[in-house]
């Protein structure tokens, strides 16, 4: 499994190749690409900024920075409404690229990148992801890290203030967090070195929250609405299901996997702050379970404006724990089910009720699905089949190019079950 420890969305755009090129550029020096590394990465960021351009709707292209303890690469996620390709085999094959491009076609961009995705439907859009590596490559080209997620901030905003992160438990640690003081809910246990071997990509960036309690469903717009307005019955019956609560939750033996998602309260750098010190204090936990690491995040986001935390715990058989603060969306979703994990009211760093845990089942090929409300939640499992077969990252932006809106910050964080 490639190590990665970061993952940093460093630029959006939209309608800009030029743009797009000269950061591309900037940033594949900046991280130590060299020359010829470099050069491939700006002419396949131009070929996909251009094509967005001419022949997409609603087209927007992300530059990421991701990192291991060796190296560093970049990552190129392009997502549009439309369209969409009928046939994305034909797309990829030479000499099929549009009028006005350098002529490189989808072919030669995917034979440049150490990692190409692509998911594409008539009629809703398309969504592509490439990664770019220093040569040679520090591990096998093959590998593939099972979770990847997005933020993307506000219109009009830089800054983002959700953000995710995510590290290992490799079973060594077997202290529980310190007995609170009175009147506390917990106390942070001390930082530790991490195993960072097995993290797949941690997400630095953050966003909003609303306030305690406010669901998703008061601020919904009419496009909102029609996420999924054609839901069938089973559909209903799917998205309905719920999660057993654990009253005192033991961690599993073995290597388990540890995801955050975090919506800091309004948007800017001040919510920015609020996400960025959630993923340092889940990173520098030593506690094993939910329930204890949300204790650190919440001693962690004093001072901060708050946020509302998602954090989960996924082990090798496909056992789930979860416990959430606020408003963030969590389930399970299999091709045609999905099953929601419950979150409570409350600010994280400023006032949170009694914690709970609670545990679900995670089927081999399934998918954790945590987000932010600057996505609407009322997409169902039919929404994503199609693109549960992908990479994490590309199921993410999948699902904030359906259910994102433009009014808040938005994050989307992906995770593999047991395959």
């Not at 990421?64 to 690469?73: I, N």
């Not at 034909?90 to 990148?113: E, K, P």
């Not at 219109?155 to 079973?171: I, L, V, Y």
Request: net charge positive; glycine share 10%.
């Amino acid at each position: 499994m490639t190590p990665l420890v970061d993952c940093e969305d460093v630029a959006w755009f939209r309608d800009e190749p030029r743009a797009a090129r000269g950061a591309a550029a900037a940033l594949g020096r900046r991280i130590g690409l060299d020359g010829h590394r470099t050069a491939e990465l700006v002419l396949a960021v131009t070929e996909l900024a251009t094509n967005m351009a001419k022949h997409s709707q609603d087209g927007s292209l992300v530059l990421r920075v991701l990192r291991t303890p060796q190296v560093a690469g970049v990552e190129v996620v392009v997502v549009d409404q439309g369209p969409g390709m009928a046939d994305v085999a034909t797309a990829l094959h030479d000499g099929t690229s549009s009028t006005g491009t350098l002529g490189i076609g989808l072919g030669a961009v995917q034979r440049l990148a150490d990692t190409f995705d692509i998911h594409s439907r008539p009629g809703l859009g398309t969504v592509q992801l490439a990664r770019f590596w220093p040569r040679p490559l520090p591990f096998p080209p093959d590998a593939e890290p099972a979770i990847g997620g997005i933020t993307r901030p506000i219109s009009g905003e830089t800054a983002c203030g959700d953000a995710w992160a995510t590290r290992t438990d490799d079973g060594t640690h077997t202290a529980r967090a310190p007995s609170p003081p009175a009147g506390e809910r917990g106390a942070s246990p001390a930082p530790a070195v991490l195993d960072w071997s097995a993290v797949t990509r941690p997400h630095l960036l953050g966003r909003t929250a609303p306030a305690a309690g406010r669901t998703a469903s008061a601020a919904r717009t009419p496009s909102d609405r029609t996420v999924s307005s054609a839901r069938t019955p089973s559909e209903r019956t799917a998205s309905a299901g719920r999660s057993a609560l654990v009253r005192s939750a033991v961690p599993g033996p073995g290597r388990a996997v540890l995801v955050m998602s975090c919506d800091g309260l309004g948007h800017g750098p001040m919510a920015a702050l609020a996400g960025q010190a959630a993923a340092q204090a889940l990173r520098t936990s030593t506690a094993r379970t939910p329930e204890e690491i949300m204790q650190h995040v919440h001693r962690a986001l004093r001072g901060t404006r708050g946020a509302a935390v998602a954090i989960a715990r996924i082990e090798a058989d496909g056992r789930v724990l979860f416990c959430g603060v606020g408003n963030v969306t969590a389930a399970v979703v299999t091709a045609g089910t999905r099953a929601n994990l419950l979150s409570h009211p409350g600010i994280v760093g400023h006032q949170m009720r009694q914690l709970r845990t609670y545990e679900q089942h995670m089927p081999a090929h399934a998918a954790l699905v945590l987000h932010s409300d600057g996505l609407s939640d009322r997409w169902t499992p039919g929404d994503l089949s199609g693109l549960l077969p992908h990479r994490p990252a590309v199921i993410a932006a999948g699902l904030l190019r359906l259910a994102g809106t433009r009014r808040d910050d938005a994050s989307v964080v992906v995770a593999r079950g047991p395959r």
